[in-house]
């Protein structure tokens, strides 16, 4: 059993995605193709949002957001504790002190009574400036904005949605890659939406922004002319092979897939319900696009035990993530080492994700199940 299984998808969209492939090979314009800004309309209108400016990575997505900015040493950026490390790694590349905040047990994502807490305490101590929150949605689960957004207009800080793992979630029908004064998303190839290679995005309605990020993404160009710089900026862009590759990667998952994953999703939670793990929750309202089924394993089983023996029948499970991001190596000496978060400490010791994906039938839901039932028995 695969993971994620990206073959079976590649199996299902052949045609279209090689016949993509051809047409880009076919023109070699391959950087900066029409396929870029038909792929980037196309996004733009699915999550809501006015502008789409594709870049390189989801890191350098976030790190265009921060410049987009001015973030920069001095600024105090509050991250959650639980996250992939770039959530925090690209405010500190800007030189700002990521703040991590701890997250919420059950749906693993910003705990918006924390993040007031720590902002509070910033501003108390005098020592950095509250600038902005870099909010995650965890898994496939969109932050709760609802609560967020008001915490950031109460203390004048900006709002970064990092939704490398969200695109496709929703809150009451609002899309994930909205909820931020900018968004940004991955197409790394195992993110809900990904490409065959590295690829990412920045969503924004702000017009200003959108022309500074186009530039900042091409070398710093000005509006009208590539070779006139007027800014230091970098080169982060989505070539065109990978555009051409999402744009039916985009309509599976707007057609099926996505529906498909939370059908997945519900298989599990229905097998799972006595089975003794924790599961994800899902709050009223909000639609996870499933990037992870992330369950938390009772604390008397040894994981890495669990782990073996699913191995060895053929099951594979991922251990999202191992270690907080405050006591990251990178961190450590730093403003950002002294975060306190309980929760992201237990979590880190007993989450155990199982293999999800559009794909994944009934009996291979079944298939997990009993292996975990006949494990922890
Ligand atoms: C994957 C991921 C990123 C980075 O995306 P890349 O495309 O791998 O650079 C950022 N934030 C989160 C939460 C992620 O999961």
Redesign the pocket.
């Known amino acids: 059993m695969q993971f994620r299984d990206l073959k079976k998808q590649y199996q299902v969209l052949k045609n279209d995605i090689d016949a993509g492939i051809a047409e880009v090979l076919a023109s070699a314009q391959f950087i900066s193709g029409p396929q870029v800004k038909a792929l980037e309309a196309q996004l733009a209108e699915y999550v809501g949002v006015k502008h789409c400016i594709t870049c390189a ?4 997505a ?1 790190t265009l957001a921060m410049m987009a900015w001015g973030v920069k040493e001095g600024d105090a950026v509050f991250v959650p504790d639980f ?2 490390f ?2 925090g790694e690209c405010p500190a590349f800007e030189g700002a002190t990521p703040v991590y905040v701890d997250v919420d047990e059950r749906t693993f994502n910003l705990d918006p009574v924390k993040l007031e807490e720590a902002i509070i305490k910033v501003k108390e101590e005098g020592r950095y400036t509250p600038k902005a929150v870099v909010a ?1 949605d ?1 898994f496939g689960l969109p932050a709760d904005y609802t609560r967020i957004r008001p915490v950031c207009e109460k203390y004048g800080l900006l709002l970064m949605e ?1 939704a ?2 969200g695109f496709g979630g929703s809150i009451n029908g609002k899309m994930a890659c909205s909820f931020g004064d900018i968004s940004t998303t ?3 190839p195992a ?1 809900p939406l990904g490409c065959y290679g ?3 995005a920045v969503f924004t309605d702000n017009d200003e922004w959108a022309e500074y990020l186009r530039s900042i993404c091409v070398h710093g160009k000005s509006a009208n002319d590539k070779y006139n710089n007027i800014r230091i900026g970098m080169n982060s862009r989505l070539d065109t092979l990978q555009a051409a590759i999402l744009m039916p990667k985009l309509k599976a998952f707007a057609d099926y897939e996505l529906d498909d994953v939370n059908k997945a999703a519900d298989m599990y939670m229905e097998a799972l319900k006595d089975a003794g793990l924790t599961l994800p929750l899902v709050p009223e309202g909000f639609r996870s696009s499933w990037a992870q089924f992330t369950t938390q394993l009772p604390a008397d089983i040894v994981r890495a035990d669990l782990q073996a023996a699913l191995k060895a029948k053929g099951i594979p499970t991922m251990v999202y993530y191992p270690k907080p991001m405050h006591l990251q190596g990178a961190f450590e000496g730093t403003y950002s080492a002294e975060a306190d978060c309980p929760v992201t400490e237990r979590l880190c010791a007993t989450v155990l994700s199982l293999p999800m994906h559009p794909y994944l039938t009934q009996e291979d839901v079944n298939e997990v199940v009993s292996a975990i039932k006949e494990c922890l028995a």
């Open positions: 990575n989801g890191t350098d976030i996250t992939f770039s959530s995650v965890l990092d490398a793992q991955s197409f790394f993110k590295d690829g990412g």
